[in-house]
């Protein structure tokens, strides 16, 4: 089946082709490591991993590179507030954000490029644009000739008349034009620096994905993805740049997640919803928070509250319930063979439905009422005096394969006994809210994990099977 994806430079679904057969080119811009990641950094990772992870499983070999910003005047400020040099605070961030997001099931990338570690590359890409006459250099600052490229504006869908409008030279600025930006900044006295044929300096902020893009994957790259903050002026000076100096096109699609709120307003430090992921980790199980990012389509804006997580995982212990019982009923399964063909065509169903949606512009959320509709069925199975090992194996393979494409795992982790006694405490209050429901589910959940709850005059007693 053709995969469709909305490419933000179109503004529409197109069917996806690739530069090279069977192989992608992806960049993702990573983040800028002067503090630990939030939850709105978290949102591109989870998305544009599980694209990377669908794309594979589709049978792509996927260059994966997502950068490392480790030099720029965030860095600079946070260096002099922490009183600690910005290769060390940024090494200490980069590990952070590394261990933030394997948390959260994101894997690595093919390449982790550093902008301290490209400075070499940078300066090259800076020579040529102005060796090509579209950036220019003024007392030790270079800056790109924004009216030299005719098709700028073509990402963010505005016309250079339209920027030109609400453009600024700021105080200490000696561009030509207000719509020209920085391709490398004149060193202030203190501040971390290097050798380059324009003085002492380092790079502006948009040149170094375009460097790097360039160095790890070629002139032009199959898709370029982020968040959607970045598509003005980010993106749009990466296409400029790239387009001027590798003289063709520079991505061919361009994919967006969409903003986070927190509680339906903006997330931000002044408002104090600034959400860390290292601390919301602690607080909730990783593979919920995944899951929950990926139960709304990546371009639509999300809103995140505890409430909202809460019911996440709720709906998350439906579907590791439903997997957990299919482990469980295994063992009581026989092999039979009357009636199983009408099962597997209905798995098979429901694969194809799977990859349908994830075909439709990567539609997790679609995907994931997949997954109900397999526990569901799952369910209404295993109910059932006499089952097929066939059957019951293939059930769960659907469902590894299914949560390995979004990237989190149903697997059972083995309850501490507080974590039981919680759960038994939970259910007896269920039971006098009259809320049966529920506490058949945490009986449900304790039985797919090896637990057998007896109720007796006297209490709860549980077991291990």
Same mark, same amino acid.
Request: hydrophobic content about 35%.
């Given at each position: 089946?053709?995969?469709?994806? &909305?490419?933000?430079?179109?503004?529409?679904?197109?069917?996806?082709? =690739?530069?090279?057969?069977?192989?992608?080119?992806?960049?993702?811009?990573?983040? =800028?490591?002067? *503090?630990?990641?939030?939850?709105?950094?978290?949102?591109?990772?989870?998305?544009?991993?599980? !694209?990377?992870? &669908? %794309?594979?499983?589709?049978?792509?070999? !996927?260059?994966? #590179?997502?950068?490392?910003?480790? #030099?720029?005047?965030? %860095?600079?400020?946070?260096?002099?507030?922490?009183?600690?040099?910005?290769? !060390? %605070? /940024?090494? +200490?961030?980069?590990?952070?954000?590394?261990?933030?997001?394997?948390?959260?099931?994101?894997?690595?990338?093919?390449?982790?490029?550093?902008?301290?570690?490209?400075?070499?590359?940078?300066?090259?890409?800076?020579? =040529?644009?102005?060796?090509?006459?579209?950036?220019?250099?003024?007392?030790?600052? !270079?800056?790109?000739?924004?009216?030299?490229?005719?098709?700028?504006?073509?990402?963010?869908?505005?016309?250079?008349?339209?920027?030109?409008?609400? /453009?600024?030279?700021?105080?200490?600025?000696?561009?030509?034009?207000?719509?020209?930006?920085?391709?490398?900044?004149?060193?202030?006295?203190?501040?971390? /620096?290097?050798?380059?044929?324009?003085?002492?300096?380092?790079?502006?902020?948009?040149?170094?994905?375009?460097?790097?893009?360039?160095?790890?994957?070629?002139?032009?790259?199959?898709?370029?993805?982020?968040?959607?903050?970045?598509?003005?002026?980010?993106?749009?000076?990466?296409?400029?740049?790239?387009?001027?100096?590798?003289?063709?096109?520079? /991505?061919?699609?361009?994919?967006?997640?969409?903003?986070?709120?927190?509680?339906?307003?903006?997330?931000?430090?002044?408002?104090?919803?600034?959400? $860390? @992921?290292?601390?919301?980790?602690?607080?909730?199980?990783?593979?919920?928070?995944?899951?929950?990012? $990926?139960?709304?389509?990546? +371009?639509?804006?999300?809103?995140?509250?505890?409430?909202?997580?809460?019911?996440?995982?709720?709906?998350?212990?439906?579907?590791?319930?439903?997997?957990? *019982? $299919?482990?469980?009923?295994?063992?009581?399964?026989?092999?039979?063979? *009357?009636?199983?063909?009408?099962?597997?065509?209905?798995?098979?169903?429901?694969?194809?439905?799977?990859?349908?949606?994830?075909?439709?512009?990567?539609?997790?959320?679609?995907?994931?009422? #997949?997954?109900?509709?397999?526990?569901?069925?799952?369910?209404?199975?295993?109910?059932?005096?006499?089952?097929? =090992?066939?059957?019951?194996?293939?059930?769960?393979?659907?469902?590894?394969?299914?949560?390995?494409?979004?990237?989190?795992? $149903?697997?059972? @982790?083995?309850?501490?006994?507080?974590?039981?006694?919680?759960?038994?405490?939970?259910?007896?209050?269920?039971?006098?809210?009259? *809320?049966?429901?529920?506490?058949?589910?945490?009986?449900?959940?304790?039985?797919?994990?090896?637990?057998?709850?007896?109720?007796?005059?006297?209490?709860?007693?549980?077991?291990?099977?």
């Amino acid at each position: 089946m053709t995969i469709k994806l &909305y490419n933000t430079l179109t503004r529409q679904k197109e069917t996806f082709q =690739t530069i090279e057969e069977g192989k992608i080119k992806m960049y993702v811009c990573g983040p =800028t490591v002067y *503090n630990y990641i939030h939850v709105g950094n978290a949102r591109p990772a989870i998305v544009f991993d599980t !694209v990377r992870r &669908y %794309l594979e499983y589709s049978g792509y070999d !996927v260059e994966y #590179v997502l950068n490392f910003t480790d #030099v720029d005047d965030k %860095l600079i400020k946070a260096s002099n507030e922490m009183k600690e040099e910005v290769p !060390v %605070l /940024a090494d +200490r961030f980069i590990k952070a954000y590394k261990e933030d997001v394997a948390k959260l099931n994101v894997r690595e990338a093919v390449h982790h490029p550093r902008v301290t570690e490209s400075m070499d590359d940078i300066i090259a890409f800076i020579e =040529t644009l102005i060796e090509k006459d579209v950036a220019y250099e003024a007392d030790g600052d !270079v800056y790109f000739h924004t009216r030299s490229f005719d098709e700028y504006g073509k990402l963010s869908h505005q016309s250079i008349d339209e920027l030109r409008s609400g /453009a600024r030279i700021q105080v200490g600025e000696k561009k030509d034009d207000p719509l020209d930006f920085a391709l490398w900044k004149q060193a202030k006295p203190g501040e971390i /620096a290097w050798d380059s044929p324009w003085g002492k300096g380092r790079p502006g902020w948009h040149i170094e994905c375009s460097a790097m893009a360039r160095k790890y994957l070629g002139g032009t790259i199959d898709i370029h993805a982020g968040g959607q903050d970045l598509t003005f002026p980010h993106h749009e000076n990466e296409i400029a740049q790239s387009e001027c100096h590798n003289e063709q096109t520079f /991505a061919n699609y361009w994919l967006h997640n969409g903003y986070i709120q927190i509680n339906n307003e903006k997330m931000s430090k002044s408002l104090g919803n600034f959400i $860390l @992921v290292h601390e919301l980790v602690e607080k909730h199980d990783p593979n919920v928070v995944r899951f929950f990012m $990926l139960s709304v389509h990546y +371009r639509n804006p999300i809103n995140f509250s505890d409430e909202l997580l809460a019911e996440a995982k709720n709906s998350f212990d439906r579907l590791k319930t439903a997997y957990q *019982n $299919l482990q469980h009923r295994k063992t009581a399964s026989l092999n039979l063979t *009357n009636d199983d063909a009408e099962w597997h065509d209905m798995l098979a169903d429901l694969k194809q439905r799977f990859i349908h949606n994830m075909n439709d512009d990567f539609n997790t959320a679609n995907a994931i009422s #997949v997954m109900f509709e397999l526990a569901k069925e799952a369910n209404r199975y295993t109910q059932q005096k006499q089952t097929s =090992t066939g059957v019951i194996n293939r059930f769960s393979e659907l469902f590894d394969e299914m949560s390995t494409v979004l990237g989190f795992s $149903l697997q059972s @982790v083995e309850l501490l006994d507080e974590d039981i006694e919680h759960l038994i405490e939970e259910r007896i209050q269920a039971r006098k809210d009259r *809320n049966f429901k529920r506490a058949d589910e945490i009986r449900d959940e304790l039985k797919a994990k090896g637990i057998i709850l007896e109720d007796t005059p006297q209490g709860t007693r549980w077991k291990r099977a």
